[in-house]
């Protein structure tokens, strides 16, 4: 790593449950280093390919997925509001010069969550969850009866509602530099003509993806806020 950091006393934390492994690691750095320090721990994506985060050490499988900045110096800003410290300037939020603290979290990321799933494409992330959901079908009372009294049909003004369960399959791809758009837009409203996700063929309808991506506007002599 190119930013010079210092790990404190006290870090790492970790913990270990049933959804896997996380920690939490805490760093000094300067403050001028943010940016760099978190491109560095998280990766980021470049012009030839993504450049991968940093993995916990001693784990291959747990990798840093997200970093927070505060000022290092917390104690000043209770001295000087407590009336111990006569010199307003350090109210001032210019920490240029000063250190600042990273908190890094931790966390599994396994490259497939699932055998029978996609593969995933070097330096992402893909992961995996189900969600039961139910169609309402309303049925016409005509011909119906009760099991228990074959020969008395339903009331003609009786209202039936069929549940049909079925189950949404939802693959989060994360890290991806170049979206395969063009495919997304073809696909979308076709069925599987193989096995997928342990559903046999033409069983699962594709509906489309829910994407965001972030554009640079043109450059301007705009100030940062």
Same mark, same amino acid.
Request: include cysteine; charge should be negative.
């Given at each position: 790593?190119?930013?010079? #950091? ?20 805490? #760093?000094?750095? *300067? ?5 760099? #320090?978190? *491109? ?7 012009? +030839? ?18 970093v927070r900045f505060s000022p290092a ?6 001295? &000087?509001?407590?009336g111990e410290d006569a010199d307003p300037?350090? &109210? ?32 992402? +992330? ?10 309402? &079908? ?10 228990d009294l074959p020969q008395q049909n ?14 949404? +399959? ?25 096995? #997928?996700? $342990? ?17 640079? $506007?043109?450059? $301007? ?5």
């Open positions: 790593m190119n930013v010079q #950091f210092q790990e404190l006393a006290g870090s790492p934390s970790e913990q270990h449950s049933a959804e896997g492994f996380r920690a939490v690691r805490r #760093f000094l750095i *300067a403050w001028e280093d943010r940016e760099a #320090f978190a *491109a560095e721990v998280l990766g980021q994506g470049v012009e +030839h390919g993504l450049r991968p985060g940093s993995r916990y050490p001693g784990k291959g499988d747990v990798y840093a997925v997200k110096d917390p104690e000043s800003l209770r001295r &000087l509001l407590a300037s350090a &109210l001032l939020a210019d920490y240029s010069g000063s250190p600042a603290l990273a908190t890094v979290e931790y966390r599994s990321l396994p490259p497939r969550d699932r055998q029978d799933g996609p593969p995933t494409p070097r330096g992402t +992330h893909l992961s995996y969850r189900m969600e039961p959901v139910w169609e309402t &079908l309303s049925l016409a009372a005509s011909g119906w009866h009760w099991s339903l009331p003609v003004d009786a209202v039936l509602d069929l549940l049909v369960p079925q189950t949404d +399959h939802v693959l989060t791809w994360r890290r991806v530099v170049r979206p395969p758009w063009q495919s997304i837009r073809e696909l979308q409203g076709t069925v599987n003509v193989d096995p #997928f996700l $342990g559903c046999p063929t033409g069983t699962m309808l594709f509906l489309g993806a829910a994407a965001s991506k972030l554009f640079r $506007g043109a450059d $301007g002599d705009e100030a940062p806020f």
